[in-house]
């Protein structure tokens, strides 16, 4: 009974004796200085990382707002289409014709200015088809498609202002089409085909003053330039030879003329001096209203050269005019006129009238100033 009570008791001091020593050990583990060290370090590296960051969207964000400044966006596309269709009894009765039109356009201009340097880029396009019913040699109907729009130009005019309203630079021009052209409808053969891509084409190019006008309501902008060059090019054999005289046979002689150009050569290249007026504006409040015409003039003093002899060349006048009228948002309605004369074409002016109400989108950076 002695033993067994002393048993207990030598158990119960040694249970007793071992407590201290544990919690000794959790102490000494858990007391450790360089552990809170590293951490507030790491602290430290999160919060440099972070302010990096936000300095670069910084830089980002006044990168882009230059560049907004300096540049002025203004891209616009816009589809027009009629179609007409009857049934053959309607025909029949009151009488009438299946047909279809579509007309596409596109406009960008683009403007950067970085001191007083400055340089506008503008482009437009135009192209239209229609299909009508047309009766052949043999009293057959049959639908044609016949182009009616076909236009192709880009500009641009790098400029340095000197002065307030006054600046010092070039205007760099071209413009061709994109589709064969031929004499008529029911006449679409190779030896009809009238023009095509670069058949003809223009390049411009004019050296000298512009002066634009401050007042924001009159934006006319007048350049002068006392040298100049006109280059036409026909590329197309075919076209060549459509305007070449011919022999008993109909076979081309390759005498005589294409658009100015002889038909025996592929290009012209006249010196001269030029004038250009440029005009943009919008109407309303809203500027639902917009008008831009360009009237351009080329005078020249050198006919070919290269060439030997030198002829006197013809001024050479073109004016384009566009009224934009906006319905609604994406609703417009579009006037075009264009007058052209050119005595190495024809000894008569040239004009044509465009009247289209269609879908258009436009896209602008920024409000124009």
Known sequence: MIMKKLCLAISAAAIFAALPAAAQVTI????????????????????????????????????????????YLEVSASLQGTLTSFSDSWIKTKGGD??????????????????????????????????????????NEKG???????????????????????????????RSQFANGYAAREKQTNSDRLSTFMAPGYFDVSLGFTYNCPKERFPIKINLSPIALSSTFVESKAVRAHFSDKDADGEPLWTGKAYGVPVKDTSLYEGGSSVQIDFDRTFG?????RYRTTLYSFYGWISNIGAKAADRVDPTVRWENTV????????????????????????????QTLLSVGLTYTFKNKDKK
């Open 28 to 71: 000494d583990d858990t007391n450790v200085d360089s552990g809170q060290t590293r951490f507030e370090e790491r602290v430290k590296e999160v919060d440099k990382v972070s302010s990096e960051f936000e300095n670069e969207a910084r830089r980002r964000a006044e990168r882009a707002m230059i560049r907004k400044e300096r540049n």
């Open 98 to 139: 299946n047909a279809i039109a579509a007309i596409a356009q596109a406009h960008l201009l683009h403007n950067f200015r970085k001191g007083e340097f400055e340089i506008e880029t503008v482009f437009d396009a135009k192209f239209g088809y229609n299909r009508m019913k047309i009766t052949d040699a043999n009293d």
């Open 144 to 174: 044609v498609w016949f182009k009616n729009q076909d236009e192709l130009s880009i500009q641009t005019a790098p400029a340095w202002r000197f002065s307030k309203n006054w600046s010092v630079g070039a205007i760099i021009k071209f």
């Open 285 to 289: 409040k809203k500027g639902i209203i």
């Open 324 to 351: 934009n009228i906006k319905a609604t948002k994406f609703l417009t309605t579009d006037f075009s006129f264009q007058m052209y004369y050119n005595k190495a074409q024809h000894t008569r002016i040239q004009t």
